[in-house]
């Protein structure tokens, strides 16, 4: 919300209509808000509005203005369209001489792009307007809660000047209205709103209408609004900027409202390391056995896993849908025996490398790491897959393999520990590489 001024030679600045921050260096408010209405034009000619405030809900005390900026007018853009004489195209940008900065009083306000209305039962008028007709203009920021009024029904409210109005209500323009109250006098240029929030609770005004005339602001009177929405492409050719969502709803830029009954939050998306081993490329059980990729073309797996009566597999996946990627050769520990569970470790070549964009794959625990405790270990019934160390938090590294003759969940996990195979690892994927790429120190 924008509070805009007209500074009196004596020093003080009169409020008289308000506006909506809508760019760091843009406020949007009504064209009829370009002349000081207080002022006999006739005789003082057409007098601009030269400040604006923001972040200020008080403007007779300095007790609230920790967050509050005071910036001066560069220029006043009124519609192309819009003439004093009438009530159409009532909208106008007000560009300042320097950027408003983001703090927790201030922030833009969103643009509703629709042509209808938010599906909300109530919209919100805010503005330093008078509290009755014929009353002071209020130093405080008010809020009342007004709902759309059906544009026949407004008509038959609003009297139909033929010379203000001569096509009547038109699409551009929108009304609301409540039992009580409405805006009135200094509330001009400012915002009709709601708030939205997304799905972390982050609260969002959106503004749907500006504050343009209306019945005298008695007990059930109705005002006129400009919807914003019938603007848009003139506004962000004015500004040379786009009012996204996406731009205007930038949590990073301001730290806003909440709303206290929604919690939420984004489970990081963990790139792939554990794939399941498959012996035709249409099978979609990727937890017959499993591995984990201990280099962009190696696979780590259990040596029972590769020397079933199925024969060595033939790819791999890392979810039934996924692309399968291709074996091109298997590993066995050459002291491994099908008839015990000693050495129990293999190695899968990869034809090709994995996907750099979607694929981490893990490194080994090395006995001078940490979390060496049993305590450290995250472990699943995952036969042929990895027994992991968190080393830090959501910092996994491979202590070990799986093996088949783990019973189940209750039972005493039967792991074969990597670390003492670790030079015959090497040898196989790094046999033409330098000696000082292994993993062991």
């Known amino acids: 919300m924008a509070a805009i001024g007209w500074t ?19 406020v949007l408010t009504a064209a009829h808000c370009a002349v000081d209405a207080n002022k006999t034009l006739c005789l003082l000619g057409s007098i601009p509005p030269d400040t604006t405030r923001m972040g200020d809900t008080n403007l007779a005390s300095i007790e609230d203005d920790e967050f509050a900026q005071q910036v001066k007018i560069e ?57 009755g007709f014929g009353g002071k203009l209020s130093p405080t920021l008010q809020k ?4 759309e009024l059906e544009k026949t ?17 038109r699409a551009d323009q929108m009304c609301a209205h409540s039992d009580t109250m409405d805006t009135c006098e ?37 005002g006129v609004y400009t919807r914003v929405s019938s603007y848009l492409d003139w506004i962000e050719k004015e500004i040379n900027q786009s009012l996204s969502y996406e731009g205007c709803t930038d949590s990073s830029l301001c730290n806003g409202k909440q709303n206290p009954t929604i919690s939420a939050e984004v489970k990081p998306k963990w790139p792939v390391n554990r794939v399941g081993l498959l012996w035709e490329e249409k099978e979609t059980d990727v937890y017959q056995c499993g591995g984990l990729l201990i280099d962009y073309q190696y696979v780590l797996t259990s040596a029972d896993c590769v020397t079933s009566n199925k024969g060595p597999p033939r790819f791999v996946a890392s979810s039934p849908g996924s692309d399968r990627a291709t074996v091109e050769d298997v590993f066995v520990h050459p002291q491994y025996k099908r008839d015990n569970s000693y050495y129990d470790i293999a190695l899968v070549k990869l034809r090709q490398y994995a996907n750099l964009n979607e694929t981490k794959p893990l490194c080994p625990w090395l006995k001078n790491h940490k979390a060496e405790g049993p305590e450290g270990m995250h472990i699943q ?23 088949r003759r783990t019973q189940g969940c209750d039972s005493n996990v039967i792991f074969t520990d990597i670390t003492p195979h670790m030079q015959w690892m090497e040898e196989i994927m790094f046999k033409n590489l330098n000696k000082w790429l292994v993993f062991s120190d």
């Open 75 to 131: 220029q006043f853009i009124k519609h192309p369209q819009y003439r004093q004489s009438k009530h159409y195209y009532d909208i106008a940008l007000i560009k300042l001489t320097k950027d408003v900065l983001p703090n927790v009083g201030v922030c833009i306000a969103c643009i509703w792009r629709e042509p209808q209305q938010p599906s909300v039962s109530q919209l919100e008028a805010v503005g330093f307007g008078a509290l």
């Open 144 to 147: 009342v809660q007004l709902r």
């Open 186 to 222: 200094g509330d001009s240029g400012g915002p009709l709103q709601t708030e939205l929030h997304d799905v972390f609770g982050n609260v969002y005004p959106f503004v749907v209408g500006i504050v343009s005339f209306g019945t005298p602001c008695t007990e059930g009177s109705t």
């Open 381 to 403: 019934v995952d036969f042929g897959g990895p027994v992991l160390i968190e080393e830090a938090k959501n910092v996994y590294r491979i202590r070990g393999l799986l093996s």
């Open 8 to 26: 009196r030679s004596g020093g003080g600045i009169d409020y008289l209509c308000g506006g909506s921050l809508i760019s760091w260096s843009f």
């Open 153 to 169: 029904k407004c008509a038959e409210r609003i009297p139909m000047n033929r010379r203000q109005l001569p096509e009547g209500l």
